[in-house]
């Protein structure tokens, strides 16, 4: 299965929603907490081509981007697409 990495912050409500979709989704991740953390958050920002809003989402180093964008790719079907190749 694809990585996904999710950066968030602790009090972020639309963090939390996008973590629990992938809970509910049953897909795995890695979340990076940018609270207090400069070096983090600079990094997030760099990946996401300036975006400084959490949360930040990228699946195999691709930029996804917050929880609207990852909502529309499950709507459509391209979010199962991307993590669940065809064998």
Sequence with gaps: MARIEIY???ACTICRR??????????AY???SVDGDKARRSEMVMRSVGRRNVPQIFIEDQHIGSL?????????????NLLEPAA
């Design 8 to 10: 968030t912050e602790s």
């Design 18 to 27: 996008a973590v629990l979709m992938l809970d509910e989704l049953g897909f």
């Design 30 to 32: 890695d979340e990076i």
């Design 68 to 80: 609207d964008e990852l909502m529309a790719m499950e709507e459509t079907g391209e979010l199962r």
